[in-house]
Nanobody, 118 residues
């Protein structure tokens, strides 16, 4: 199982980006899918998580600005980010609980860099 994240880049404050993370391989099902971020010199933090049923949870710092969603048919999770701030600058990593040929496991994507700067 592999997770491939994309969609990061450089954006001005107040701008928007949409991140995607697709899981591939011999996948029979997924549970929670999530986005984390890690800024330079800081610990990794949970940004948002979406359950298989579509329930969502957000970090207080992104509530009202970020929206997590998923497409179960494509084993893909998205993060729509609006009104971006310089403090959102970080490497964003996706995470998913996946049931594959070897059972349940938790997998990480490689990360995609988001830079918010004028």
């Amino acid at each position: 199982v592999q997770l491939q994240a994309s969609g990061g880049g450089l954006v001005q404050p107040g701008g928007s980006l949409r991140l995607s993370c697709a899981a591939s391989g011999s996948i029979f099902g997924t549970k929670d899918m999530a986005w984390y971020r890690q800024a330079p010199g800081k610990q990794r933090e949970l940004v948002a998580v979406v359950t298989a049923g579509g329930a969502t949870t957000y970090a207080d710092s992104v509530l009202g600005r970020f929206t997590i969603s998923r497409d179960n048919a494509k084993n893909t999770v998205y993060l729509q980010m609006v009104r971006l701030k310089p403090g959102d600058t970080a490497v964003y990593l996706c995470n998913a609980a996946v049931f594959s040929g070897i059972g349940w496991g938790t997998y990480w994507g490689q990360g995609t860099l988001v830079t918010v700067s004028s």
